[in-house]
């Protein structure tokens, strides 16, 4: 029996984003069947007939964002601890009211993480928290794709496999969740874990080849002071950092933790030498420009690992450390810190971002059928509106590629689509009521920061 399509007309598409140069299309149609999308052309150039056709004469369609590194929950501590730097932040501010966080806090600040995603266009999302399997309730009932799995820190949440949140969630329902591991960093978790949390995904991916593939997502190389911090967590662990190992990356190559399945967050303090060493071992990475700004972290070289081949995606990281999980934020910040750190203002030009934060980040993630407009991809959509004034002139079809990125913020997103149904039309999020979880939000949030 054939599936439900639908045919989205709209003034123009972004597609080609899998390529590092995005086309626009003017004048555009995608045919959807189901959850997947059969054709996208000039519409006047299909002849199907589709049981819905859907108007959108003045916006343009591109795939639904990527946030390829987030913590989902931490929109519970937005504007709680700001303008620290990154041990202090964490160690005096973020682990001691987290040990004081239940499920269901995690619950309703997934919830609200997914509806502000949704809102601003990202229909992927990669969170690492604890509680992750109210994150994936939450994100399911929201409707945005979500990867998470349980955190590993030595001494706060010691090594666990997730056989549970694997057979509830990976790659069901649509495949609106998948499971990862993730080790929260090397200064953080002991060579040991990482070895087994490895061999555990390695094994997974080959004895389950028909299921989506499992990731390892952690955190490399964010701050200059990160082999200092390495090296004191050894001294606590009792064991013994390599003697050649200078930098993280070394580090992590030296103790056999890099692999073809692991995501690096950051990748921020990555000498050229040690570009060679994450694209040789096949390393992913989500570049976050916003929180690295914030926590005063460099620029990472970013233009260098797309020159390497590697697969990067750029996420937001944490509310707490952003203070939004808007994607146009992220791919404006990203486009221009490259630029005036590097101090070459060709650098990053906006199509190769909006390669990033849609392909690139699903990619970078192990999901391989999200991220373009093109027969085959899930049809997660979005439509933005261009009836907007810091929208206009538009002149060439390019032109939108430099406006989405420069220009557009993620309110402008009006109507977005995954898996072929509609979880936003008009603005108003279809699937939860908004207001509800505003107020269940807000109490329960202050509830929690009134623990403190
Ligand atoms: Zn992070």
Redesign the pocket.
């Given at each position: 029996m054939n599936s439900e399509t639908t045919l989205l007309k709209a003034k123009y598409a972004i597609h080609n984003t899998s390529s590092p140069s995005p086309q626009v299309l003017e004048n555009a149609g995608v045919l959807i069947e189901g959850n997947k999308i059969v054709e996208v052309n000039q519409w006047d150039k299909m002849d199907h007939t589709a049981d819905t056709v859907v108007d959108l004469p003045h916006h343009v369609l591109m795939p639904g964002l990527v946030n390829a590194?987030s913590?989902a929950a931490m929109t519970l501590f937005r504007g709680y601890a700001d303008d620290l730097p990154l041990q202090e932040w964490l160690n005096d501010y973020i682990w001691p009211i987290e040990r004081k966080m239940t499920p269901e806090d995690v619950l309703i600040g997934a919830k609200l993480a997914a509806i502000e995603a949704l809102m601003s266009g990202t229909t992927l999302f990669n969170s690492?928290y604890w509680h992750p399997r109210q994150e994936a309730l939450a994100f399911r009932e929201v409707g945005v794709r979500l990867l998470c799995g349980p955190p590993t820190l030595s001494g706060m949440a010691e090594l666990r496999f997730p056989h549970d949140l694997i057979s509830e969630f990976h790659g069901k329902n649509d495949d609106a969740v998948r499971i990862s591991m993730n080790p929260h960093a090397p200064y953080t978790v002991s060579p040991d874990d990482y070895q087994k949390i490895n061999e555990f995904v390695r094994d997974f991916n080959l004895k389950h080849e028909t299921l989506p593939p499992m990731i390892v997502h952690t955190?490399i190389a964010e701050a200059d002071d990160e082999m200092k911090a390495i090296r004191s967590f050894a001294e606590r662990e009792g064991f013994s950092v390599p003697a050649d190992a200078e930098t993280p990356v070394q580090y992590m190559n030296a103790i056999n933790a890099l692999t073809d399945f692991t995501l690096a967050?950051h990748a921020i303090e990555v000498p050229a030498s040690d570009i060679e060493i994450l694209a040789k071992t096949g390393v992913s990475v989500s570049i976050?420009t916003e929180?690295n700004m914030k926590l005063a972290n460099r620029a990472a070289p970013v233009q260098e690992y797309l020159n390497a081949q590697m697969k990067v995606g750029l996420g937001t990281?944490?509310a707490c450390s952003n203070n939004t999980l808007d994607m146009f934020g992220t791919m404006k910040a990203t486009a221009i810190l490259q630029k005036g750190f590097f101090h070459l203002a060709t650098r990053l030009p906006a199509p190769q971002i909006i390669h990033m934060a849609t392909y690139g980040g699903a990619q970078a993630m192990g999901w391989t059928e999200v991220g373009d407009l093109k027969r085959g991809m899930y049809a997660d959509i979005i439509a933005i509106d261009l009836n907007k004034p810091h929208l206009h002139p538009i002149p060439s079809t390019q032109t939108l590629l430099s406006h989405i990125v420069y220009a557009a913020k993620g309110s402008d997103v009006s109507d977005a689509m995954v898996g072929g149904k509609w979880k936003m039309r008009n603005r108003t999020v279809l699937s939860v009521n908004l207001e509800e979880v505003l107020n269940q939000f807000e109490q329960e949030a202050l509830a929690l920061l009134n623990k403190r």
């Open positions: 590194h913590h690492q955190h967050a976050n929180s990281d944490s």
